[in-house]
């Protein structure tokens, strides 16, 4: 993962600060994030992918992206869904991933 750079305050409350890794990064706090993906899901394909724990995606920005990409544009691609997949997997069974890592 990219080393933060540097901090600046959340664009939407003006309140918390985020962890900027990137200039043209947008600058949102996981409060304001978490009210933004905050909405309900109809679909049923994708209702069963994006009910996961909220811990999860407050740890994940890039599990509340692809959130945000669903209701936004209200479908996601193959390699989106199965990156979710993957991303969800790791971050529920964080001891599984670093043995492969100390084994290979």
Known sequence: MAKPKFKQRCALCKKNMVVMYSQRQFPVCVECHMKQINQPVD????????????????????????KQSYLRFGSLTEKQIAAFKKTVEDLKNPQKQESEDAEG
Do not use: G, H, V
């Open 43 to 66: 679909d049923p394909q994708y209702k069963e992918l994006l009910d996961i724990p909220e811990t999860l995606y407050k740890q994940s920005s890039f599990l509340r992206n692809i």
